[in-house]
């Protein structure tokens, strides 16, 4: 019999850990592990992706205040459901799910854990470390998110790192020329591209301020900001506002949330991502498969994935003077971009593949399923290891 997993994400909608997991549950040709996935919202934009690789998903129809009924549809879900583990992503779905499985009782938790934060919050890291003897092991998708759990006491025979993977055949680079047409971009200019959802922890004040010193040496270059602004308007206004003050209307692009994100990149030449705190995210992973350097602040899981001075480079967060020292120097040498991009898409191809990905899930599920608690607890961790 095929081992179930109910995986649960908090919002039916587009973001770095539903791209990722949508990748893997319609990609997985398992014939050991069926996926099914619940949403703690209202039906959304994936609900269609999903059911169109014939995955079953369920809704909890959060609303805002009705916890109530959000706790009794899920545990209805686990009480008829036969799956033997369920997987939650979010702080709160997370919580919810541990506790609701108490009383449901069939299934098996997995904890997740995305995001390294610089500041913890100190009511949430008690309530993680109450909750955690509900779950039989956390997968992160970093050894960054693994040692967080550490500190909080949490065992390290429960602590597994998987790492994200993308096809690198689907994010093959492609004519930047034609890329560039379709996008109104001059061939000749060099085109610096982030994409991030406007929020403040993706520290796109700082790029900005980067790119008013860049401007005094390098003044013909674009760079575009990719992503749309979720219950955060008022960073888009202050964003606006900073690019305006800073006389940087015609050099910097704000596009919103685009589907073409795969031309975007075929047009651009640096990826910039200027993040506060991070775990580890696909679009790093997708600019590395288009054979883009990438220059990125060092915090999180990035120093994982990115070779400071060999795939890209690493600056301190917030330090706007660091980040356009980095971007400068690909700027001012063509052959280091195209020698970046080049070690970049083949340690994408050897350590962070879409395949490698879904083979890491299935050993994972299918050692819990096998082993018995004792026996796991014993057993060696799967994780990947940090380049020396």
Request: charged share 20%; aromatic share 8%.
């Amino acid at each position: 019999m095929k081992i179930e997993v109910l995986i649960i994400l908090s919002e039916d909608m587009i973001g770095g850990t539903e791209t990722n997991l949508l990748r893997v549950v319609t990609n997985s040709n398992s014939t050991n592990i069926k996926y099914d996935v619940c949403f703690l919202s209202e039906p959304g934009s994936l609900t269609q992706e999903f059911v169109n690789s014939k995955i079953n998903t369920y809704h909890l129809n959060f609303r805002g205040n009705n916890w109530w009924e959000v706790s009794k549809n899920l545990y209805k879900i686990l009480k008829s459901s036969s799956h033997d583990f369920i997987y939650p992503f979010g702080l709160r779905i997370s919580f919810l799910s541990r506790l609701i499985n108490l009383f449901a009782g069939n299934s098996k938790v997995i904890g997740s854990h995305r995001s390294v934060t610089i500041k913890r919050n100190c009511l949430i890291d008690l309530f993680e470390r109450i909750t955690s003897p509900l779950v039989i092991a956390y997968i992160a998708n970093t050894q960054a998110g693994c040692l967080q759990l550490a500190k909080l006491g949490i065992p390290a025979s429960k602590l597994f790192t998987i790492y994200n993977g993308i096809d690198p055949l689907t994010w093959r680079k492609n004519s930047k020329r034609v890329a560039r047409e379709s996008l109104n971009i001059p061939i000749n200019t060099v085109v610096i591209t982030c994409v991030a959802n406007l929020k403040p922890l993706k520290g796109h004040q700082y790029l900005i301020n980067a790119c008013e010193i860049l401007k005094k040496k390098h003044p013909d270059f674009l760079v575009l900001f990719v992503g749309g602004c979720i219950f955060e308007s008022q960073t888009e206004k202050q964003i606006v506002s900073q690019i305006h003050s800073s006389g940087l209307d015609n050099t910097i692009r704000l596009l919103g949330a685009r589907s073409d994100v795969a031309v975007i990149l075929d047009a651009s030449d640096i990826f910039v991502l200027p993040s506060l705190w991070e775990g580890l995210p696909n679009v790093i992973l997708e600019a590395m498969a288009k054979s883009l350097p990438v220059v990125a602040t060092n915090v999180g899981g990035i120093s994982e994935v990115i070779l400071n001075d060999g795939t890209g480079f690493l600056v301190p967060s917030k330090n706007a003077q660091e980040l356009a020292y980095a971007i400068g120097k690909l700027m001012d040498d063509p052959e280091m971009r195209e020698r970046f991009g080049y070690a970049g898409r083949k340690r994408l191809e050897e350590k962070f593949s879409l395949n490698a990905e879904i083979d890491e899930m299935d050993k994972f599920f299918q050692s819990l399923k096998s082993l018995s608690q004792s026996a796991f607890r014993d057993k060696p961790r799967s994780a990947a290891k940090n380049d020396e």
